[in-house]
């Protein structure tokens, strides 16, 4: 077999597999969307049809205009949205602040035990949530936070945090030491370099972190279901379960609330692609 047959067999292999690849990841999505314009006669009819003959959006008429036929769940869908946002948006923050200064910390400062806090962070990434929500469920009744978004922006922190200074470490790693020399040579301390200095050049870094950290705290169901009992902190995703009840499972409701929830990670994810793709990258190699 000549190098060029060899080649060329390499690169359909490659293509098909991509391909293919790209099929199971994007399908279960479309589905979703075409489940969402559907309606429950059309998704449960046999044989099954796979494109509805008529477009169906009455639900999402319901969710954003209410009017005949919305039930409680469609209208608390637009509470359980800012709830969400809020929720990720300042577990983001807080995750990005804190977990800057604690990979900086891990990175360029020698102490004790440093060795055995970096494995720890590791141990707790290990642990399913269903082992640790019942000491968090106590502890949030003590400090009479039960029901409160605030709950759920802690328990999401506990989440998010190892992962955000793991990335961070990676990227902190990448970057001269020199830079950090020169600023203190001319009168730099620490968090002044790290403020002006580390963090400006560590934009992709941050920027992969905060999506992976707004994503997990934005999808987060187990935490939120068990943490929050009313519209006073439910999230989207604890709402969109409320479409399963014990007469039966709405599934167009679901599929449009769905479409809905994975709209604002999908956008972000598109923004900030090239700055995800750089943190990652950069982030894998030293010097």
């Known amino acids: ?144 936070l039960l029901d409160t978004v605030w709950a759920l922006i802690l328990a999401n922190i506990t989440i998010i945090l190892p992962l955000i200074i793991w990335i961070l470490k990676g990227y902190f790693e990448s970057l001269p030491e020199g830079l950090e020399e020169a600023a203190r040579i001319d009168g730099c301390s620490r968090v002044g370099t790290l403020v002006r200095i580390i963090l400006p050049l560590s934009a992709p870094g941050l920027a992969a972190s905060g999506m992976f950290a707004f994503i997990i705290a934005w999808n987060e169901f187990f935490t939120a279901f068990i943490l929050s009992s009313t519209m006073n902190s439910k999230t989207l995703s604890v709402i969109i379960s409320e479409f399963s009840s014990k007469v039966g499972i709405d599934y167009v409701a679901m599929s449009t609330a769905g479409v809905l929830t994975s709209l604002p990670p999908v956008i972000l994810a598109l923004v900030f692609q090239r700055y995800i793709v750089q943190g990652l990258t950069a982030g894998a190699m030293k010097g």
Do not use: D
């Open 1 to 144: 077999m000549s190098k060029r047959t060899r080649t060329l067999l390499y690169n359909v292999g490659l293509y098909t597999a991509v391909v293919v690849i790209c099929i199971c990841i994007i399908a279960p999505f479309a589905w979703l969307v075409l489940s969402s314009i559907s309606t429950r006669a059309q998704l449960t009819q046999v044989p099954l049809r796979w494109l509805p003959e008529e477009p169906n959006f009455e639900h999402y008429r319901r969710v954003f205009l209410g009017g005949p036929g919305a039930t409680s769940v469609h209208r608390n869908m637009r509470g359980g949205a800012l709830n969400s946002f809020v929720v990720a948006s300042i577990s983001t923050l807080i995750s990005l602040v804190a977990g800057s200064l604690a990979a900086y910390a891990f990175t360029r400062l020698r102490f004790r035990l440093k060795g055995p806090l970096l494995a720890t962070l590791i141990v707790t990434q290990l642990l399913p949530s269903v082992a640790i929500i019942t000491p968090m469920y106590i502890i949030m009744r003590t400090l009479n």
